[in-house]
């Protein structure tokens, strides 16, 4: 059972331009929210990450907005980069659980 | 990579033969995690260890087994490797107390032919 759905798979974006990844959850109990930045050959990295006490996180050009009554959450980058050109996953956890769960991936491609 | 190291980082084997992956790490953190990434699925946690000795099973932990002797190595260990465990592999760590926040390692790539 997937609890945590992501779109879109794939994103293609122009230099510049906003790219925007969103994901939905079912688990009411989940309170924490990451996303991971993952490029071809290397291990996830923890980009940026936000709990449900506040609706919006920024850090430089990446912002998470959380919507909790809809169970969604989504990644903006602004004035994307083709160095942002990656592979995208979200998260979520919380409740007792001591464990995260992966959305499947969306692939970012930034055109120069 | 936030002080975890993976071995081996590529590995070729046949089917029925057993295979062990290391994850060891330096930050002396309580959780460590194993993951598989296949295409379309994201990561999928196999197995947990919130300390030493202690251990738990993730979502696909068939046909995988773990042990956890010393707070910095966590190994994963394949009885009778099978094509269908033909993946990447990725350890995670977390020092956080609910184990959330967590930091990845390089990975290990596994062809079982």
Same mark, same amino acid.
């Given at each position: ?112 | 990579?936030?002080? $975890?190291?993976? *071995?081996?980082?590529? &590995?070729? #084997?046949?089917? =029925? ?28 946690? $196999?197995?947990? *260890?919130?300390?030493? &000795?202690? #251990?738990?099973? =993730? ?55």
């Amino acid at each position: 059972q997937q609890q945590v759905k992501q779109s879109p798979q794939s994103l293609i974006v122009q230099k510049g331009g906003i790219s925007i990844i969103n994901c939905a959850y079912e688990n009411t109990a989940f309170d924490y929210f990451p996303w991971y930045q993952q490029f071809p050959g290397k291990g996830p990295a923890l980009l940026i990450a936000i709990r449900p006490d506040v609706s919006e996180k920024k850090e430089g050009r990446f912002t998470i907005s959380f919507n909790k009554s809809a169970k969604q959450f989504s990644l903006h980058i602004m004035d994307s980069q083709p160095g942002d050109s990656a592979t995208y996953f979200c998260a979520a956890s919380g409740g007792s659980a001591r464990q995260l769960t992966f959305g499947s991936g969306t692939q970012l491609t930034v055109l120069p | 990579d936030a002080g $975890i190291t993976q *071995s081996p980082r590529h &590995k070729v #084997t046949e089917t =029925g033969t057993p295979v062990t992956l290391r994850c060891h790490q330096t930050e002396n953190h309580r959780y460590m995690y194993w993951y598989r990434q296949d295409p379309g699925h994201g990561l999928r946690l $196999i197995h947990y *260890s919130y300390g030493v &000795k202690d #251990t738990d099973k =993730g979502e696909v932990s068939d046909g995988y087994s773990v042990s956890r002797s010393k707070t910095e190595d966590f190994l994963l260990t394949l009885e009778s490797a099978t094509s269908s465990q033909t993946s990447v592999y990725f350890c995670a760590i977390s020092g956080h107390v609910q184990g959330n926040e967590q930091f990845f390692g390089p990975g290990t790539r596994l062809t079982v032919l």
